[in-house]
């Protein structure tokens, strides 16, 4: 089955400094690629989220990059602010099933 | 967002017990999940169902068991709790079309001693 891995675990950037949290895939038939932001004590919400017929998608200081070649995909915060202090969770769908497989979360801390 | 929602939102139990977590939506939506979040392990699924004749074990349903009562119901159960399954867990819904976000609830903590 589909397995995802994520790293770093935990990451700490200054305040308007860029942030790369990078995410590993294992089911070529995967074609769905979310990522989740969770803050503390909160419930995980979308931020963004790829397809496999797209190699690049942004929103405003985020960005999301997709290899489908070499499985891997990549969340980019750049300028970063306290508010972007939380846990991020990257995810595949499992072989296309809309079911989906999470990495095991970074934590980013972003220091004043 | 109170468009999903869980109940309880902690709880306390011995092993052995038998618990029900329930969750509900109003969104409208077909499909709906049961996770559990452990530290350092991200969100594991245990249980999905794409509508409401639909149940499938996800990576971890050993100890577990659902039942759908409805397209807005989603119910996990615990049929004798044991301490590792002390752990965070959400529900979350999904549509059928469009965008496959999915809409997690607030989160029942749960503690088995």
């Known amino acids: 089955g589909e397995n995802v891995e994520q790293h770093p675990s935990t990451l700490s950037v200054q305040e308007g400094d860029s942030a790369v949290i990078k995410c590993t895939y294992s089911?070529?038939?995967?074609?769905?690629f979310p990522w989740y932001k969770q803050e503390l004590g909160k419930r995980p919400q979308l931020i963004i989220d790829?397809?496999?017929?797209?190699g690049e998608k942004k929103d405003q200081r985020i960005a999301v990059t997709l290899n489908k070649t070499a499985k891997h995909f990549s969340l980019h915060i750049t300028e970063t602010q306290p508010e972007d202090s939380a846990v991020y969770f990257c995810?595949?769908?499992?072989?296309?099933?809309?079911?989906?497989?999470f990495g095991q979360g970074t934590r980013l801390t972003i220091n004043p | 967002d109170a468009d999903v929602t869980q109940t309880p939102r902690n709880r306390i139990t011995k092993t052995g017990k038998r618990i029900m977590l329930e969750c509900s939506q109003t969104?409208?939506?077909?499909?709906m999940y049961w996770y559990r979040q452990d530290p350092g392990l991200g969100l594991r699924l245990i249980y999905y169902s794409f509508d409401v004749k639909d149940i499938n074990k996800g990576e971890i349903s050993d100890g577990y068991s659902v039942s759908r009562q409805a397209q807005a119901k989603f119910s996990l159960s615990l049929e004798s709790a044991i301490p590792n399954q002390t752990a965070l867990y959400f529900c979350?819904?999904?549509?059928?079309?469009?965008?496959?976000?999915?809409?997690f609830g607030p989160g029942t903590r749960l503690t088995v001693t």
């Open positions: 995810a595949a769908d499992a072989g296309g099933a809309q079911k989906l497989v």
């Open positions: 089911d070529s038939a995967s074609n769905y």
């Open positions: 979350a819904t999904s549509g059928t079309t469009g965008s496959y976000e999915q809409y």
């Open positions: 790829i397809r496999s017929n797209v």
């Open positions: 969104k409208g939506h077909d499909r």
